[in-house]
């Protein structure tokens, strides 16, 4: 069956940077896009960044624009989401999504791992 | 920028009522809409997507109705199951905007 385990996540200082990775199983991962969904503690979800699945395909939320990075190697089954510049508006546990094949509706997470916990403080 | 509204935030029922969320898109969004559930301490699962397509191994007292701006989530005989927090979230833009969510707790 389908398994995602996002491993990485602990403490940093604002400013500093941290990578974060989703390792996948249960499915063909080369075919499917991924994305990283966050949620800080006690608030809602926030979209965060999809790559596709040749990685030709990348896409951010404004939040996270030009700070974090995402990126993947079909070869080791694993999605992985660099974070630069992190500041405490960026605390939050984060998910990895696996999209599911919808027809004319992409976007839909049907797979989701149980998060890992990015914090940032001094 | 596009914003999808839920309402209400939160709301209190018991088992066997029939719930009724509601999530308002700001701008006309098709029928690109789904609907997440997250049980306490779960990563969220989806339950409807194109606005009412029950998600496969989803309970059928879940359904979902709308397009273009407005869109319900109604669940008909609640079970105890079902207490959490849910939320809708538009893929039309590039933008994949959740709503804030609802939470749903017994009352």
């Known amino acids: 069956q389908v398994h995602l385990m996002e491993a990485g996540g602990g403490v940093v200082q604002p400013g500093g940077s941290l990578r974060v990775s989703c390792l996948a199983s249960?499915?063909?991962?080369?075919?499917?896009?991924m994305h990283w969904v966050r949620q800080a503690p006690g608030k809602g979800l926030e979209w965060v960044a999809v790559?596709?699945?040749?990685?030709?395909?990348?896409r951010y939320a404004d939040s996270v624009k030009g700070r974090f990075t995402i990126s993947r190697d079909n070869s080791k089954n694993t999605v992985f989401l660099q974070m630069n510049s992190l500041r405490a508006e960026d605390t939050a546990l984060y998910y990895c999504?696996?999209?599911?094949?919808?027809?004319?509706?992409?976007?839909?997470?049907?797979?989701w791992g149980q998060g890992t916990m990015v914090t940032v403080s001094s | 920028d596009i914003q999808m509204t839920q309402s209400p935030s939160s709301l209190s029922a018991s088992v066997g009522d029939r719930v009724t969320i509601t999530c308002r898109a700001s701008q006309s969004i098709g029928s690109y809409l789904s609907w997440y559930q997250q049980t306490p301490g779960k990563a969220p699962k989806v339950l409807i997507y194109a606005s009412s397509t029950l998600e496969s191994g989803v309970p059928s007292r879940f359904s979902g109705s709308g397009s273009g701006t407005d869109f319900t989530l109604t669940i008909n005989g609640l079970q105890p199951e079902d207490f959490g927090s849910y939320y809708c979230?538009?893929?039309?833009?590039?933008?994949?905007?959740f709503g804030q969510g609802t939470r749903l707790d017994i009352k």
């Open positions: 790559i596709g699945y040749d990685g030709g395909y990348i």
């Open positions: 249960g499915f063909t991962f080369r075919t499917n896009g």
């Open positions: 999504a696996k999209e599911g094949d919808y027809g004319d509706f992409p976007s839909i997470f049907d797979f």
């Open positions: 979230h538009e893929t039309y833009t590039t933008r994949l905007i």
